[in-house]
């Protein structure tokens, strides 16, 4: 069975600094473009970045961009986010999830995705 599971999550002050993960297991992970999704209480899946499959290749939502990082290590089948400067509009379940296609599709297409890690982002 193919699954991705997050961590890295937590309580965090405004312009505090986070680093998720996310490892997948039942699945060639070099193979996949991955992204990285957030859904805030009350609210839609938000997609916020992606990376193709080397690594070569990052997209990131206009909410994000500058302050996050997406990365990957294929050798150790880990995908990364690295979080700055965090607001507390960051507040949300993060989510990473391969893509449905060979390219990053932002959002259009997820694969597999996982349960989530919650970051809370709060003085």
């Known amino acids: 069975e193919m699954q991705v599971e997050e961590s890295g999550g937590g309580l965090v002050q405004p312009g505090g600094s986070l680093r998720l993960s996310c490892t997948p297991s039942?699945?060639?992970?070099?193979?996949?473009?991955m992204s990285w999704a957030r859904q805030a209480r009350g609210k839609g899946l938000e997609w916020i970045a992606c990376?193709?499959?080397?690594?070569?290749?990052?997209y990131y939502a206009d909410s994000v961009k500058g302050r996050f990082t997406i990365s990957r290590d294929n050798a150790k089948n880990t995908l990364f986010l690295q979080m700055d400067n965090l607001k507390t509009e960051d507040t949300a379940v993060y989510f990473c999830?391969?893509?449905?296609?060979?390219?990053?599709?932002?959002?259009?297409?997820?694969?597999?995705r996982g349960q989530g890690t919650q970051v809370t982002v709060s003085s």
């Open positions: 999830a391969t893509e449905g296609r060979t390219y990053c599709t932002k959002g259009v297409h997820y694969g597999v």
């Open positions: 039942g699945l060639t992970f070099s193979g996949y473009p």
């Open positions: 990376i193709s499959r080397s690594g070569a290749d990052t």
